[in-house]
């Protein structure tokens, strides 16, 4: 029903920076927020951002406040993750979501991208 692409991931050394995409399609209407989940081995996964799509409401959890921003283009149906001054303990596996409210919830994610922060 709802197709989730993410794109931007890849290897960066600490400190730098990276912008991660996640494009939505397909039945969207109903829209309420996107966000990014992460990953990383042996560890649960685990909230990063989300942002509201009525409005532009936004949530961080306390590890990537003042480093990391999400928005959206709502015309495009995409969030984005500008993530600067990364840290090894940055690495993951990232996933986008969303949660879209249409009479039910629904609850899609996609197959995620890879971040690598190097020391």
């Known amino acids: 029903q709802v197709q989730l692409v993410e794109s931007g991931g890849g290897l960066v050394q600490a400190g730098g920076s990276l912008r991660l995409s996640c494009a939505a399609s397909?039945?969207?209407?109903?829209?309420?927020?996107m966000g990014w989940f992460r990953q990383a081995p042996g560890k649960e996964r685990g909230f990063v951002a989300t942002?509201?799509?009525?409005?532009?409401?936004?949530s961080y959890t306390d590890s990537v406040k003042d480093r990391f921003t999400i928005s959206r283009d709502n015309t495009k149906n995409t969030v984005y993750l500008q993530m600067n001054s990364l840290k090894p303990e940055d690495t993951a596996v990232y996933y986008c979501?969303?949660?879209?409210?249409?009479?039910?919830?629904?609850?899609?994610w996609g197959q995620g991208t890879q971040v690598t922060v190097s020391s």
């Open positions: 397909g039945r969207t209407v109903g829209t309420y927020l």
């Open positions: 942002i509201r799509w009525n409005g532009g409401s936004t």
């Open positions: 979501t969303t949660q879209i409210r249409r009479g039910a919830h629904y609850t899609y």
